[in-house]
């Protein structure tokens, strides 16, 4: 009984499939449509002239479009060994930069948590300390810091307020 149900089951796949066949648009397909849209447009008492200009219309579009394609930005090139990872510099404005010195100066470890400090820093400056809190207490269970949670708060709380809040 399994054998049977396994090789109907195996049939009722490989009918479906088969019946997929054939999605594939080729371009005398449009070409087709088109000339099927002419006749429609001419069978409803359109002017010829009319399914004329549709028909153009719907070409140029697809002409439009391919030439952009083809004329983007995008060339297809060979696979190419990779020697190292790409490196990603991270740029921050101004403030961002004074706001993080000054927490390094203050005896807080920010590397590779940049962005995570900048971030805790609009949090402050849009009044939500929980987001602070989190963060100073990660920064003392991490050893980022020899300070205690509430100081650490503190600091990122001075710190972005005297340099992100505006």
């Known amino acids: 009984m399994r054998k049977f149900a396994f090789c109907l089951a195996t049939f009722a796949s490989a009918a479906t499939l088969a019946a997929c066949g054939g999605a594939t648009v080729d ?4 070409t087709e449509s088109g000339a099927t849209s002419t006749t429609a447009a001419a069978s409803t008492g359109a002017t010829d002239a009319t399914a004329t200009a549709t028909t153009s219309a719907s070409t140029a579009t697809v ?3 391919s030439t952009s394609i083809r004329e983007g930005s995008y060339e297809d090139q060979p696979a190419r060994e990779v020697d190292a990872p790409a490196t990603m510099v991270p740029t921050y404005s101004p403030q961002e930069q004074a706001y993080l010195d000054h927490l390094k100066e203050s005896g807080v470890n920010v590397d590779g948590i940049e962005d995570q400090l ?4 609009a949090t402050v400056c849009a009044n939500d300390p929980i987001t602070r809190d989190a963060v100073a207490g990660q920064l003392v269970e991490q050893r980022r810091t020899d300070m205690d949670a509430s100081a650490v708060a503190a600091l990122l709380s ?9």
């Open 63 to 65: 002409t439009e479009r």
């Open 158 to 166: 001075d710190t972005a307020r005297a340099n992100l809040c505006s």
């Open 118 to 121: 900048t971030a805790t820093g």
């Open 27 to 30: 371009s005398d397909d449009v």
